[in-house]
């Protein structure tokens, strides 16, 4: 087990750590988005879904710029690739354990079942927004002194802008609680910090 363990981490360390940063942001980020589906299947109210399939594909097309730019076998570039998997798999996880039980919770204080499908597009457009703010953020500190990765990073910074500033203009719901308010700027403060810890963990 512990040379199998060893392997796989020498691997994700061939890696530099600005080309893992690149790497794993475009990953997680992917994760946060792909609720989109889930959440726009029972919702009629979504209005960026053309903005988010662009910054999305996108963000798919970066996965390889890294591996090609440091000339990863195919062996170790299919062993980061199942990392960025397993790292995008925790952040959706995280998100969605963390979304379930506030939607429940203001549910059950108003004991309205009907406002899930709304109170539900709010939260997840809070997280989204939040989200891309740490997105930029860590690029931008992390990436600035190397110039290969921060210049591919800004060829996409107009379809993360687009799609932020998409969700900034949707209109915020009716008649709900300011504690439900308040909940979902903490909920999305504490995910984006999970989304952050994530792309920068070691291992």
Known sequence: ML???????????SLPQNAKVY?????????????????????????????????????????VFPTRQEKLSKDTEIKVYDEGEKRGDEVFAEMVSWM???IEDEIDANHDGGAR?????YLYNRI???????YKQVMVERLKNFPLYYEQYKTGIYLVDKLYYKIKCIEKIQDVRHEFVVTCEITSDV???????????EN
């Open 128 to 134: 989204v927004l939040r989200v891309i703010d740490k």
């Open 117 to 121: 499908s709304e109170l539900t597009w």
């Open 191 to 201: 995910l984006a910090e999970f989304w952050q810890e994530r792309i920068l963990a």
């Open 100 to 102: 379930d039980r506030i």
């Open 23 to 63: 790497y794993f942001g475009c990953h997680c980020l992917i994760a946060v988005l792909q609720n989109h589906y889930d959440i726009n299947h029972d919702n009629s109210q979504s209005k960026w879904t053309v903005e988010y399939e662009d910054l999305a594909g996108w963000l798919s097309d970066q996965l």
């Open 3 to 13: 040379p199998m363990l060893f392997r796989f981490q020498e691997h994700i360390m």
